[in-house]
């Protein structure tokens, strides 16, 4: 009787020392709470489901989410090794692979739905296809970044190089505007038409698009081959403004390789890889290789910078950006395919709070993270080039103080 | 896509003259009315609904994928882009067609009549104002799309506002929202606003059958009874663990405490988590499916080894029982919609639901049982036979299942304020739970001596429960 009486002691006893410290870490934690916080992701490793008729994805280019959720991804096809097309060579060498077509749409739980792309009557497809876009009004825009003559389908040599795809002067000098189900409906630029940086007829090496539907204007990050900023009127496809950085007249002289220690370019270096709009006005562009974020208003006039991670050389840090889905949109989703992570931003002050990911080839890993998207709860989306060649989903698990500068791989793990 | 009459004329016509036949369908093309028509069956579409009665009518607010609205045929101009000056009328007939006559409202039972399309509009799939009645309310009496804006014919979206006369605000409404044929794959998700200001959601795949929006208490209990008995009946796993239950205990006397102590465990864990206590890791869902398959195949090898006594699968039950909960839990997160503001009342009725299959795989399983190993086997090889089956079954899903947890990487948390807070109101609860297994395990066996286990198993060891607590368990695997 007396040791079940010291028993029931025990654990009245544990049970209030236990209430108590919970207690005080509540206390705790809502200070924390009330601290720096930011967005908190975890990668999703089933998503997206498997592809069906042994379909793989090549060098993964583009990636937006459409006003029903959908992600919509864009491909190359063209970049497969040999060994794995075998299902698609005459006669088929084995029962597998092929190249999926390029365009993929998927739902939010990743079943693919519909498929489509490639070269077709009345357009010219890129030789290299670069960035893809889902606009207000559902339309679907593509560019590109090849080089040398259009071919049904690029050879992997051509598009082995994501920054400088083929060989010879850039062919895809044009964007392209289809319907979602891939009817084609207008085509900006021509291939290898291309005078430059001041050319209002032709592009050069789009790479990617965004369309305000306040004003229907189209801005293209222009791109590869050019050093600026492009708008045009998203039914007419005519030219309206343009600029360069920090909103000066573009110029396509080389500045050489870039040096983290010199004056800061004038100009953009190639690619001028982003341009997103804000929805209180502000222009995001993506100067890649300068690592630098520049913000401008729609007409063109320079605001401020950020420079992201100077000291990277090569493809540069600055790849893509995305906004969290807040009305205000508080936070900038920064891809940086250099450093294999993803920058959680502040909007307004353009300061790094924390970032996530590493490179390798596992779930929640990067191998040349290439383009960003976010969907209407907070998921992120990222896409692969070169030898990455995947999509992959972050799933928004809500708020959570910020306790690392670099969280590394965000495996799921529990909520807070 | 091709109509089948002219697939069939040009191949009747031979090579001849299929040129004739193009030269005549591009003409006709030509000749014809800008118009098209979808054909294809949409394979993901989702609508939104917003269902408000006020005064002495009911508005339904609808948005629809206008890709949804197949043989509509829509007026264009250009290439393809919806012609928005002359497109209301289509807009009508489309509303009426595929979406009126699918729908369902019934008024305390009643089936209310057909609506009155009081607006339609076609709307740019990037239009937010279905966020909130008030918005989507505005949105369909305020000014139209025009021409200055060019839209693909089957890019946007069709929003309807009926309206049914009923006779009160404050009856209680049903709907059957028949909308499946939209697509492949449809969800609706709709949004109720009663009287009292309320706002309740819902979201249905295909199509749900007669959703009661406010139902009683009683309507909300019986809809959870029925979930429960037949999630039970079609749960395998769960079939398979009471099979195994069964085996060694063929008697409802004795089987009572170990079925009770099942249905109180996951009872618990059922609780919590339609409260939203359970952990919210991706991979637990398939952690605990992988425990439930390993919960039979202990169980059944448990019955292979034999000797099990009443007191000891109690125990072991109440623990599975707390891992089936949060499966069953799984089951039950898209039905708990339904419970209205009965939340508690029908997840208890789930849970009754669930004991009576139970009770009925229970009758029909221990007569069954008896007659096996009476006329077919006897009992100790019957239960090696029968459990070494259930055990492979078992053993199957739980590689299998364990593959696709194994897809997860643990990584322990932060060690936040947060996550120890956490951890400690765990801890807290499984005192609590542990105290209480405790005092059952320590006085039910004076009240209900019913530790023995089956002669047949038991024979060498037989202990008497009146020597004590436990005295049945020291050493018997």
């Given at each position: 009787m007396k040791r079940n009486l010291y028993i029931g002691i025990g654990f009245s006893a544990l049970l209030v020392a236990l209430g108590i410290a919970s207690s005080v870490l509540e206390r705790r934690a809502a200070v924390e709470a009330a601290g720096a916080q930011a967005p908190r992701f975890e990668v999703d490793p089933m998503w997206p489901k498997p592809l069906p008729n042994h379909w793989l994805l090549g060098m993964t280019i583009g990636v937006s989410v459409d006003a029903q959720d959908h992600i919509w991804i864009i491909h190359r096809g063209g970049s497969l090794e040999r060994m794995e097309n075998y299902a698609a060579a005459n006669p088929p060498a084995s029962e597998c692979c092929m190249a999926a077509p390029p365009v993929l749409e998927f739902d939010e739980e990743g079943n693919l739905l519909r498929h489509w792309g490639g070269p077709g009557q009345g357009y010219d497809w890129p030789v290299s296809n670069h960035g893809i876009t889902v606009d207000y009004k559902g339309n679907v825009w593509i560019g590109g970044n090849g080089r040398g003559a259009a071919v049904a389908a690029p050879t992997q040599a051509a598009a082995a190089n994501e920054s400088q795809p083929g060989g010879g002067p850039f062919n895809d000098n044009m964007v392209l505007k289809f319907t979602q189900d891939g009817k084609f409906l207008m085509q900006i630029g021509h291939p290898g038409q291309s005078k430059g940086s001041n050319d209002l007829e032709n592009l050069k090496g789009p790479a990617k698009m965004f369309v305000d539907k306040d004003a229907n204007e189209l801005y293209v990050a222009d791109g590869y081959g050019n050093h600026r900023v492009i708008v045009f009127d998203a039914d007419t496809g005519k030219s309206k403004r343009y600029w360069g950085a920090y909103g000066h007249k573009p110029d396509d002289t080389s500045l050489g390789p870039y040096n983290p220690d010199a004056p800061v370019a004038q100009q953009f270096r190639n690619p001028v890889h982003c341009t997103e709009l804000a929805n209180d006005g502000l222009l995001y562009v993506c100067d890649r290789v300068n690592d630098r974020i520049q913000v401008f208003h729609k007409d063109g006039t320079f605001v401020k910078e950020t420079i992201i991670a100077k000291r990277t050389l090569g493809d540069g840090s600055v790849w893509d950006i995305a906004f969290s889905k807040d009305p205000q949109q508080k936070y900038i989703f920064l891809a940086d395919g250099s450093?294999?992570?993803?920058?959680?931003?502040?909007?307004?002050?353009?300061?790094?709070?924390?970032?996530?990911?590493?490179?390798?080839?596992?779930?929640?890993?990067?191998?040349?993270?290439?383009?960003?998207?976010?969907?209407?709860?907070?998921?992120?989306?990222?896409?692969?080039?070169?030898?990455?060649?995947?999509?992959?989903?972050?799933?928004?698990?809500?708020?959570?103080?910020?306790?690392?500068?670099?969280?590394?791989v965000v495996w799921p793990k529990k909520a807070s | 896509m091709e109509s089948p009459a002219f697939t069939s004329s040009t191949t009747r016509c031979g090579k001849a003259v299929p040129h004739l036949w193009i030269a005549a369908t591009l003409i006709m093309v030509f000749l014809m009315p800008r118009a098209a028509s979808?054909?294809?069956?949409?394979?993901?579409?989702?609508?939104?609904?917003?269902?408000?009665?006020?005064?002495?009518?009911?508005?339904?607010?609808?948005?629809?994928?206008?890709?949804?609205?197949?043989?509509?045929?829509?007026?264009?101009?250009?290439?393809?882009?919806?012609?928005?000056?002359?497109?209301?009328?289509?807009?009508?007939?489309?509303?009426?067609?595929?979406?009126?006559?699918?729908?369902?409202?019934?008024?305390?039972?009643?089936?209310?009549?057909?609506?009155?399309?009081?607006?339609?509009?076609?709307?740019?799939?990037?239009?937010?104002?279905?966020?909130?009645?008030?918005?989507?309310?505005?949105?369909?009496?305020?000014?139209?799309?025009?021409?200055?804006?060019?839209?693909?014919?089957?890019?946007?979206?069709?929003?309807?506002?009926?309206?049914?006369?009923?006779?009160?605000?404050?009856?209680?409404?049903?709907?059957?929202?028949?909308?499946?044929?939209?697509?492949?794959?449809?969800?609706?998700?709709?949004?109720?606003?009663?009287?009292?200001?309320?706002?309740?959601?819902?979201?249905?795949?295909?199509?749900?059958?007669?959703?009661?929006?406010?139902?009683?208490?009683?309507?909300?209990?019986?809809?959870?009874?029925?979930?429960?008995?037949?999630?039970?009946?079609?749960?395998?796993?769960?079939?398979?663990?009471?099979?195994?239950?069964?085996?060694?205990?063929?008697?409802?006397?004795?089987?009572?405490?170990?079925?009770?102590?099942?249905?109180?465990?996951?009872?618990?864990?059922?609780?919590?988590?339609?409260?939203?206590?359970?952990?919210?890791?991706?991979?637990?869902?398939?952690?605990?499916?992988?425990?439930?398959?390993?919960?039979i195949v202990y169980m059944a090898l448990e019955n292979i080894v034999g000797g099990i006594g009443v007191q000891r699968r109690w125990m072991i039950t109440f623990g599975f029982g707390l891992v089936h909960g949060f499966g069953f839990s799984f089951a039950l997160r898209q039905t708990l919609q339904f419970a209205g503001s009965h939340l508690l009342s029908s997840l208890l009725s789930f849970n009754i639901g669930v004991e009576l299959g139970q009770l009925l795989v229970l009758v029909l399983l221990i007569p069954l049982l008896h007659a096996f190993f009476r006329y077919a086997v006897a009992e100790r090889m019957g239960t090696i036979i029968l459990s070494a089956l259930v055990a492979h079954t078992g053993w199957h899903w739980m590689i299998d299942r364990g593959e696709r947890l194994r897809q997860f990487r643990f990584v322990w948390p932060a060690l936040t304020a947060a996550a120890l807070a956490s951890a400690m109101h765990w801890l807290m609860a499984i005192l609590i739970l542990a105290a209480l297994v405790w005092c059952v395990a320590k006085y039910w066996p004076l009240k209900f001596p019913l530790g023995q286990p089956s002669p047949s198993q038991s024979e060498p060891r037989t202990h008497s429960v009146a020597h004590g607590l436990n005295t049945e368990t020291g050493g018997e695997i």
């Open positions: 450093n294999e992570k993803v920058y959680v931003i502040l909007r307004d002050t353009l300061e790094i709070l924390t970032s996530f990911g590493d490179g390798g080839r596992q779930p929640g890993e990067f191998y040349a993270v290439h383009s960003i998207a976010t969907d209407s709860k907070g998921n992120i989306f990222t896409t692969e080039t070169y030898r990455g060649q995947r999509v992959q989903k972050f799933i928004y698990k809500g708020m959570a103080p910020v306790t690392k500068k670099d969280q590394g | 979808a054909h294809d069956i949409p394979s993901d579409v989702t609508v939104q609904a917003f269902l408000k009665p006020a005064g002495g009518h009911l508005d339904l607010l609808v948005r629809v994928p206008m890709n949804a609205m197949r043989d509509t045929e829509f007026p264009e101009h250009g290439a393809g882009y919806l012609d928005l000056d002359r497109v209301d009328a289509s807009l009508r007939e489309a509303a009426t067609v595929w979406i009126a006559n699918f729908i369902e409202v019934y008024e305390d039972d009643t089936r209310l009549p057909t609506p009155r399309t009081v607006e339609v509009r076609a709307s740019l799939e990037s239009d937010k104002s279905f966020s909130s009645y008030d918005e989507a309310l505005a949105h369909l009496t305020g000014p139209r799309l025009t021409n200055s804006v060019q839209v693909y014919w089957n890019q946007p979206m069709l929003d309807v506002l009926f309206e049914y006369p009923i006779r009160s605000e404050q009856s209680r409404f049903s709907i059957h929202p028949g909308l499946a044929r939209l697509g492949l794959n449809v969800i609706t998700a709709l949004r109720f606003l009663p009287s009292n200001g309320a706002i309740r959601a819902f979201e249905f795949v295909g199509d749900p059958g007669l959703v009661r929006l406010d139902p009683r208490w009683y309507q909300a209990s019986f809809t959870f009874v029925k979930l429960g008995f037949f999630h039970i009946l079609a749960g395998t796993d769960h079939l398979l663990f009471l099979f195994c239950l069964v085996i060694p205990f063929r008697s409802l006397r004795k089987l009572i405490p170990v079925v009770t102590s099942f249905t109180v465990a996951h009872s618990i864990t059922l609780i919590a988590s339609a409260y939203n206590l359970a952990p919210d890791f991706l991979w637990f869902p398939p952690l605990i499916e992988t425990l439930i398959a390993m919960s």
